[in-house]
């Protein structure tokens, strides 16, 4: 089992940029993959981006559009969501998660949860 704590973000002005930190307790860090999601006020939960067990592929959502950067550090049981260009349509609460197994955009296949943390982009 392994838990997740989220942070960073905050409040962004339209255009700037921040990072989301994903740091994990419990064993064998390396074996998950790492996806990060987001939700916003009255709309469901949705996938940003995933990152292998080994960091050696990634994979993002269209919406992103080279704008976030995942990654991950195993040595320091740490994943980390790198938001840039960010538009108001980007607020929502981030949300790191972990599974076993290969890459998927699907939040029903993750099996570990943050509690997530606010990105607000002010226009």
């Known amino acids: 089992q392994v838990q997740l704590v989220e942070s960073g973000g905050g409040l962004v002005q339209f255009g700037g940029s921040t990072g989301l930190s994903c740091t994990a307790s419990?064993?064998?860090?390396?074996?998950?993959?790492m996806g990060w999601f987001r939700q916003a006020p009255g709309k469901e939960r949705e996938f940003v981006a995933a990152i292998t067990s080994s960091g050696d592929a990634t994979q993002y959502a269209d919406f992103v559009k080279g704008r976030f950067t995942i990654s991950r550090d195993n040595a320091a049981n740490t994943a980390w969501l790198q938001l840039t260009s960010l538009k108001p349509e980007d607020t929502a609460v981030y949300f790191c998660a972990a599974k076993v197994g290969g890459l998927t955009v699907s939040s029903d296949w993750y099996d570990y949860w943050g509690q997530g943390t606010q990105v607000t982009v002010s226009s």
């Open positions: 419990g064993r064998a860090f390396s074996k998950y993959v």
